[in-house]
């Protein structure tokens, strides 16, 4: 599994954790750079777009970090 891009530092993140948490029915997705960690649950219902993939897509880390200094910027 590739580390995912984070938005912030635009490259590979320090580190991801994982683990399955139950009474959220999913799998829980701890991204770790610059100091911060960013939590992304990946739900059943999500799992079943990736069914097919062997890739979990992330997308971009930290985006909505990103986002909130952008939506400062204008
Ligand atoms: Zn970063």
Redo the contacts with the bound molecule.
């Keep these: 599994m590739e580390f995912p891009v984070?938005a912030?530092?635009n490259?590979p993140?320090d580190r991801i954790e994982w683990f399955d948490d139950h009474s959220a029915r999913g799998r829980v997705f701890r991204v770790f750079?610059?100091g911060?960690v960013e939590e992304q649950v990946l739900t059943d219902r999500m799992a079943l777009h990736m069914v097919r993939g062997t890739e979990i897509a992330f997308g971009n880390?930290?985006t909505a970090h990103v986002k909130a200094i952008e939506d400062k910027g204008r």
Excluded: G, M, N
């Design positions: 984070c912030v530092c490259k993140v750079c610059h911060k880390a930290f």
